[in-house]
């Protein structure tokens, strides 16, 4: 399929997490149109099966394709490990990026050769993790310390940043890491740069005497490649104007437009919200609401 520059940019993810890649890529390439897609009907990934998440992603690439999108960001880790190896060969002239784990940032960050990972268990179950994790652990001689972060991309999903199970978790999940040495901490899943201040918080609380911890989100590095790939193609936007954003989401209208504004507050672009529940994917057949 042949794209021109005005064609949109997609960018999918379970739920709301993927925001957190959406306000790089606004941020860099501010003329491009967006179309955002959360599945959150069907959120959270990462206990579900590898087979479950690469139907889910099949489905939504369509989708997304039908909006004439010029390029597809997988703007969620678990996807990317499960169904990116699917989707490349069956889209081979699509550009179509995925998620990086950040192991290979927190590999030159690291001065104690200790790096913790908070992923969910199934981007840490992943072939593709594990083959990445023992290259670099290997050329690096940097020790991993994994942390399977179970049910908090789910609490960040129902918006509950800073409720007292969703901290209670957050010291669970990071208390082994600070116990095991590690300098640097690696987001592994999109979701979790929304709680970042809580991390750090918690970080300060428990590591008062400590070396300074290093966290690695790798949302603007995506953002980057994705610039450089239009650029590559031929693709990047010509027209002087900043668009507005599209949104569709499989969960409630009211959710993914409290999640935009509590979360992206500086956002500063009309972004209208459309139901793709149980619906044809046709651009112009949803019923949504415009706000900004």
């Known amino acids: 399929m042949q794209h021109s520059p005005s064609a949109p940019v997609g960018i999918f993810d379970s739920g ?10 606004r941020q860099l390439l501010p003329h491009e149109k967006l179309i955002y897609f959360a599945d959150s009907g069907f959120a959270p990934y990462g ?10 992603c099949q489905s939504i690439t369509e989708f997304l394709l039908q909006l004439h999108c010029k390029a597809i960001v997988i703007a969620c880790n678990t996807a990317t490990a499960a169904a990116a190896r699917v989707l490349r060969p069956q889209y081979p002239a699509q550009i179509l990026i995925g998620m990086e784990p950040g192991l290979k940032p927190a590999c030159q960050h690291t001065r104690s050769g200790v790096v913790g990972v908070m992923a969910t268990q199934g981007t840490l179950n992943s072939l593709k993790f594990r083959n990445l994790r023992d290259q670099l652990s290997d050329v690096h001689q940097v020790r991993f310390v994994q942390q399977a972060c179970t049910g908090l991309a789910d609490q960040i999903e129902k918006a509950e940043f800073s409720s007292p199970k969703t901290l209670a978790m957050l010291e669970q999940y ?15 899943c999109t979701h979790y740069p929304f709680v970042e201040q809580q991390i750090r918080e918690l970080i300060r609380e428990k590591h008062r005497s400590g070396p300074q911890i290093e966290l690695i989100d790798t949302g603007l590095a ?16 010509i027209d002087a104007a900043i668009p507005g954003i599209t949104a569709f989401t499989t969960g409630t209208i009211q959710h ?7 979360l992206l507050p500086h ?18 057949s ?4 415009e706000f900004s």
């Open 16 to 25: 709301i997490g993927g925001l957190s890649v959406l306000q790089h890529i």
């Open 47 to 56: 206990e579900k099966s590898e087979q479950t998440i690469v139907a889910r």
């Open 174 to 188: 990071l208390t082994p890491l600070l116990e095991s040495g590690a300098d640097t901490i690696v987001l592994g």
């Open 222 to 237: 995506v953002a980057r490649y994705l610039q450089t790939q239009l650029q590559d193609h031929g693709l990047l936007a």
């Open 256 to 262: 993914l437009e409290a999640a935009l504004t509590q």
């Open 267 to 284: 956002l500063h672009t009309p972004v209208s919200v459309r139901s793709a529940a149980g619906k044809t994917p046709v651009a112009d």
């Open 286 to 289: 949803y019923p949504g609401s």
